[in-house]
């Protein structure tokens, strides 16, 4: 491990616990997670301009369009009907996590062990601006499907609004990708940002951490047991989504193949868990939380995986 990865772990455990243990700070942070969240996209969508993602199309358009099509079509619909089956009171839940974008993190990771980052960032930033559109129809779709089959739907809350989470995400999502294209316009600032991406990723996630776990501290000491069962459901997410990268990654180059891995389970959860809190129930939201525990043990696995040969087609 090198400094770099130990200092993201140790981070990102610490404020998780600094979090349950000071729930006092759940008033002053509660509108930090939206906010860091899009400091994080914004330092995203700031490392890759809108030229570079046609170029990086152009250069692979195939990669970049299955890459696209798995995560935010085929990788949810998977994971929900294992989840229908093995533990279907978190099957919402983990039709919005796989549902997620690819996360910012991502790239913090695939720069650290030398995967195909053009690739990671462009799979980031079109996943998320094509967010707002895939979720709510991904949703609306399933939903049609299991009641015509008679299966009783997805259970939506009552007040769900698909307008209203599709405004929320764009809301998201849409300002710091419009930010992100006037910093580039001054490439001074632009490049002293980028300089310090690292500490300003990892303070955010930090703020961010302390804001969502103080906010669940109460929860998590009435009923420990739900956060037990969103734990075990978001690790059993995060090993599905890991072995369902695998046959799409066969015959590819080394650093092509490390990207897929990376961008199947470094999802943006905080995105989800927010919008989970704001427009489903207490499972999903608890279940996007907890991701945040596998997601930071992947790289443990990423690092395994960027030393082993790739398997032949």
């Known amino acids: 491990m090198q400094l770099r990865d130990l200092t993201m772990v140790f981070s ?3 404020s998780m616990a600094a979090g349950v243990f000071l729930p006092g700070l759940a008033g002053p942070l509660e509108a930090m997670p939206r906010l860091m969240l899009m400091v994080m996209l914004y330092l995203s969508f700031l490392a890759v301009g809108a030229g570079a993602l046609w170029d990086e199309l152009r250069a692979m358009p195939g990669i970049v369009c299955r890459l696209t099509v798995l995560r935010l ?6 994971v929900f009907a294992v989840f229908r089956l093995i533990m279907p009171e978190f099957s919402l839940g983990a039709l919005l996590l796989g549902a997620a974008p690819v996360g910012v993190m991502a790239a913090v990771f695939s720069l650290m062990l030398g995967a195909n980052t053009a690739l ?3 799979g980031n930033i079109l996943t998320s601006l094509l967010l707002p559109l895939s979720l709510p129809l991904l949703l609306s779709c399933t939903d049609g499907v299991l009641r015509t089959l008679g299966t009783g739907g997805l259970d939506l809350p009552e007040n769900f609004s698909l307008g209203g989470m599709t405004i929320s995400l764009c809301i998201t999502i849409l300002i710091p990708f419009a930010a992100a294209m006037v910093t580039r316009a001054l490439p001074r600032l632009a490049g002293d940002i980028l300089r310090r991406q690292f500490p300003l990723l990892t303070t955010a996630i930090v703020i961010s951490n302390l804001g969502i776990f103080s906010n669940y501290a109460g929860v998590l000491r009435q009923s420990p047991a739900l956060i037990l069962h969103a734990l075990l459901a978001s690790c059993l997410l995060c090993v ?5 990268a695998l046959p799409a990654t066969r015959g590819m180059p080394r650093q092509v193949r490390l990207a897929f891995l990376i961008s199947f389970g470094v999802i ?3 995105l989800l868990m927010i919008v989970s809190n704001e427009f489903f129930t207490v499972n999903e939201a608890l279940m996007g939380a907890a991701y945040l525990v596998p997601l930071y043990i992947l790289l443990f696995y990423y690092r395994y995986c ?3 040969p790739a398997p032949a087609r």
């Open 12 to 14: 990102s455990f610490a």
């Open 73 to 78: 079509l085929a990788l949810p619909l998977f």
């Open 120 to 122: 990671i960032l462009v």
């Open 240 to 244: 599905v989504m890991t072995v369902a």
């Open 268 to 270: 943006n959860n905080i």
């Open 306 to 308: 960027s030393r082993t």
